[in-house]
């Protein structure tokens, strides 16, 4: 018997790059603050996963809006879009997370806005 676990979608780093880059969607990076000040997608907004499981809510630019969620490997963002989904939220999470995107030659910016590595 094979037991398939039901759960938000799960997209590629190039189909979460067109979908927040076209504005169809926001990109949730869901990181701590040192991994997102080593690197994170521009235009990327920050929860870390931490804060919103501890009940914080969204920041107001990722409010009633679908969200793409990202984390380093793909983990966090996994539980964080259920999570999210659970509150009643639209929400996919990247596979492979920020190294996966990284790897597809995605840009990664630091916190100063230079060349980012992922963390």
Known sequence: MFLFRRGPARITPAQAHRRTTDGAAVLLDVREQVEWD?????????????????????????????????????????????????????????????????????PVVDERGSNGRTA
């Open 38 to 106: 080593a690197g994170h997608a521009p235009g990327a907004v920050h929860a870390p996963l931490s804060r919103l499981v501890a009940g914080a809510a969204l920041p107001s630019t990722a409010r009633n809006r679908p969200l793409v969620v990202i984390c380093r490997s793909g983990h966090r963002s996994r539980q964080a879009a259920e999570l999210l989904t659970g509150r009643g939220g639209d929400a996919v999470d990247v596979k492979g997370g920020m190294n996966a995107w990284a790897s597809a030659g995605l």
